[in-house]
């Protein structure tokens, strides 16, 4: 239900076409809590209570971060986030995602190759609402030849229920189940400044500025607080979601309030997320490898229109470290970059440093809103 009520209520006066879904951001928290010997001896559901306890808190802190976006205006913390560091990080979301995209087009790549071709097909020679729905043919169409090639199993759709409830978890509240939790909080902010950047940036449409930050990051917390509190995952917004409306070129917010109202009906139905779990996963990862490469080139997009110029010296080490530290990070042998408990993501790691290299070299200060052509830097080699 957060999905509607961030969307609907709040969030982005009816104006952002921007999809929650559930963070995986967390799940190295719940493996935490779930180990801890503060927590031992107690059943599953009684740690994933207090867990989700530290989440309520973490989705509180967006709403600290929304006060100091509303407080000091986008225009004095928007100074942090130039093209030279929202370019590189919208890149990132999309080469981050790049892994799971090959690992489940791999399972069979040529079903894989049937549905890249039927979107490309789509969406470049398509004519009314064929071009519009590349996405979704892709999906269906590749279902369906998967169905004759006898590559779909539908043994579970068979014994699923039509009507199911969900199992709720109440929340519980901990002291160090919410120090684990609440600082993962970081990594989701980032991420979500990041797409809203990128949604911006896919729209032509100034989101950071109206309906504004400070609305989209309480939008996004109260969803993860209310999910939470009721045994839900934390929520995010996807970057999924900016290689559909790329692709697609439908930036109507109606559409995603249309969509999460299926997604909440649809949820109340076994069978259907049956059917759905029933699809090849190399359909998956032959949409995805579409989604996910027309996100890193709306990154590329945003770094060329706004002009940003890479003779500087800064401009390159900020784009050179935000681009080694997310995929270098995401792809070593730990996958992430620990601190005690607390687990940061390559994407996160790298947003972080390029913020605070960007702030702290010197430099003229972006003006946000003014300056049309991003960042303008010293160069460091000495004439």
């Not at 609305?215 to 045994?231: E, I, K, Q, V, Y």
């Not at 076994?270 to 998956?284: D, E, G």
């Amino acid at each position: 239900l957060s999905l509607v009520g961030s969307e609907m209520c709040i969030r982005d006066r009816f104006k952002v076409p921007a999809f929650l879904g559930s963070s995986f951001a967390y799940l190295g928290g719940f493996s935490t809590v779930a180990t801890m010997p503060a927590y031992e001896g107690l059943d599953p559901e009684t740690k994933l209570a207090y867990a989700l306890g530290g989440i309520v808190i973490a989705g509180l802190l967006y709403l600290v971060l929304a006060l100091l976006f509303k407080v000091l205006g986008a225009k004095k913390v928007m100074r942090y986030f130039p093209p030279i560091v929202t370019g590189p990080m919208i890149i990132m979301i999309g080469l981050n995602l790049s892994g799971s995209a090959i690992n489940n087009a791999s399972t069979c790549w040529w079903l894989a190759l049937v549905a890249i071709a039927i979107i490309v097909v789509a969406n470049i020679w398509g004519k009314g609402m064929i071009k519009i729905i590349p996405i979704l043919l892709g999906v269906v169409g590749s279902y369906i030849v998967a169905l004759i090639a006898g590559k779909v199993d539908f043994t579970e759709v068979g014994g699923a229920n039509f009507v199911g409830l969900q199992h709720f978890v109440l929340a519980k509240f901990d002291l160090t189940a919410i120090l684990v939790m609440a600082p993962i909080a970081i990594a989701a902010m980032m991420e979500h400044i990041g797409d809203m950047s990128a949604i911006s940036s896919t729209t032509g449409k100034n989101f950071i500025a109206d309906p504004g930050l400070h609305r989209t990051l309480l939008g996004d917390g109260l969803a993860t607080t209310l999910a939470s509190l009721f045994g839900a995952p934390a929520n995010t917004t996807y970057g999924e979601n900016t290689g559909v409306l790329a692709l697609s070129r439908v930036y109507d917010p109606r559409v995603i309030r249309i969509a999460a109202c299926i997604a909440i009906v649809v949820s109340f139905c076994p069978k259907f997320a049956a059917l759905v779990s029933a699809m090849p996963t190399a359909t998956i990862g032959g949409v995805s490898l579409v989604l996910y490469g027309m996100i890193s080139a709306v990154g590329v997009r945003n770094v060329v229109e706004n002009k940003v110029d890479f003779t500087k010296s800064r401009n390159v080490l900020v784009a050179a470290l935000i681009l080694v530290l997310s995929i270098g990070i995401s792809y070593s042998s730990a996958g992430s970059l620990h601190f005690g408990a607390i687990s940061l993501s390559g994407l996160a790691v790298g947003s972080i440093v390029g913020i605070v290299l960007n702030a702290v070299m010197p430099g003229k200060d972006y003006v946000y809103g003014e300056d049309k052509q991003g960042d303008e830097s010293v160069n460091f080699i000495v004439q």
